[in-house]
């Protein structure tokens, strides 16, 4: 280990066993110290280890981030970044939750709870059961780091055969420029129960130029009952100076259905991850994601599903935009169990380069113990075909316009699977802003 990252796992490690010294419960404050073991020992991975080779994190281990409170933001800063659908509100400042921006957690839909973190000892299991799942948090390393800095998040229950017809809506808003939003959250969606989830990771101050750093690092981690529906939607529209780090831990019993969409579209570096295990038979999954980088970004977004039972399915759509000197990643592994016969499972990943400086790195993947399946993988990368803005230009638009309309349609593809209109419709106008900022 450097003595940089030597000095960046001491500072971390410091600073979990200064949040050990306050009042918290002693599953937590033992999460806490268990985490501590690891970080000390494994430090943070550089480019030798292979799972990193493309993402840097030389300028992560030489910002010692703190975790001293949430700034003062008003109502207006809030409102900023609402979507214009009727939505169930929770808000996050810095990484803490805010219960002057949230909705009222007590007047929730029957069948519904939500309680934060500091107030988990009133749900069964109490704060422990908010990281039930440990052996499997320990070899991601900012997992790890969640778990040391474990502070704030919230756990969310549906009740069986509760249908929510309106979206929650979480907005962890990054304000400082100091600060690490350390978020450990836990939804737990049981039998036949249905909900759609809707995460914006966003900073105040949207300016490009701006010097807002902050860090984001996130666990999610959802369970999902027999027959339980989950349409998750992530948009991260962080600064272009900010880090963000997201592992979700994602659990499918018999028939369930899981619908998730990430849009990547901020920060210098980032890495989003879903862990997907599908554990009952005619479980059905879907993991698309629409990134763009530009500016030196570095977009990393990595799937790793497992199908552990018969009659699976499964489909995936990541596409990226990559241009001036971004670096995009992309990691996806379908890994069939031996019991998992007549899986069907297809992972796509299509790249559009607009400039010869921007690079790709695609490795989908995959590993097939069962005989009797149907599974595909495929990588493209490549600009737009010259004859396509041809085209355009020969019906009398101008080529900058050609090349943003190709684009945007190219973009906009994994998207169309939202099935909730107002979100599918919100996302896209994300995503048409950001190219639109991209080419001003």
């Known amino acids: 280990m450097s003595p940089v990252a ?5 500072h971390y490690v410091g600073l979990s066993q200064t949040l050990n010294q306050q009042q918290d419960s002693s599953s937590v404050q033992t999460a806490r110290a268990h985490a501590q073991g690891i970080l000390a020992n494994a430090g943070f991975p550089t480019q030798r280890d292979e799972a990193w080779q493309y993402t840097k994190l030389t300028e992560f281990v030489k910002t010692h981030f703190t975790m001293a409170g949430a700034s003062h933001i008003t109502e207006q800063d809030v409102q900023k970044f609402m979507p ?18 949230s909705d009222d957690l007590v007047d929730l839909p029957r069948g519904v709870t939500i309680e934060t973190m500091r107030d988990a000892e009133s749900i069964s299991g109490g704060a ?15 997992a790890v780091l969640n778990t040391a800095l474990l502070a704030d998040g919230y756990y969310l229950q549906v009740a069986r055969h509760t249908c929510l017809e309106q979206p ?25 129960a249905q909900i759609t989830l809707v995460e914006h990771y966003a ?3 949207t300016d490009a130029l701006a010097t807002v750093s902050g860090c984001t690092n996130v666990v ?3 369970t999902l009952g027999e027959s339980a529906q989950c349409h998750q939607v992530i948009v991260q529209t962080q600064n272009h100076s900010s880090y963000y780090f997201n592992n979700q831990f994602i659990y499918q019993a018999a028939k369930s259905q899981f619908f998730g969409f990430y849009a990547g579209l901020g ?7 879903n862990h997907l295990w599908m554990n009952g038979e005619r479980v059905e999954s879907s993991q698309n994601s629409a990134c763009i980088g530009r500016a030196g970004q570095t977009v990393d977004s990595r799937t790793d599903t497992q199908h552990n039972q018969t009659w699976g399915t499964s ?27 007549k899986t069907d499972g297809q992972m796509d990943n299509k790249n559009l380069l607009l400039s010869n400086a921007a690079k790709m790195d695609s490795k989908p993947k995959l590993e097939i113990y069962a005989d009797d399946v149907k599974c595909s993988h495929g990588s493209a990368t490549g600009q737009i075909n010259p004859e396509q803005i041809f085209y355009l230009q020969a019906r009398g638009i101008a080529r900058a316009q050609a090349v943003h309309m190709i684009t945007q349609a190219f973009l906009m593809e994994p998207a169309e699977a939202i099935v909730h209109a107002g979100v599918r419709h919100w996302v896209m106008d994300w995503l048409t802003k950001t190219l639109n900022d991209s080419n001003a």
């Open 267 to 273: 920060s210098v570096t980032s890495r989003h991850q």
């Open 128 to 142: 422990a059961a908010l990281f039930n799942h440990q052996r499997a948090f320990d070899v991601e390393p900012f």
């Open 220 to 222: 999610n981690e959802l």
């Open 6 to 10: 030597r000095q960046a796992v001491a």
């Open 315 to 341: 489909r995936q759509l990541h596409k990226f935009v990559l241009d001036d000197t971004a670096i995009g990643v992309f990691d996806g592994m379908i890994k069939v169990d031996r019991l998992a016969q």
């Open 203 to 205: 900073s105040l101050n």
């Open 84 to 101: 214009p659908y009727p939505v169930t509100k929770l808000v996050f400042v810095d990484g803490w939750f805010s219960e002057r921006f």
């Open 168 to 192: 929650i809506f979480v907005l962890y808003l990054q304000t400082r420029h100091d600060q690490i939003a350390n978020v450990r959250n836990r939804v737990i969606i049981e039998e036949n």
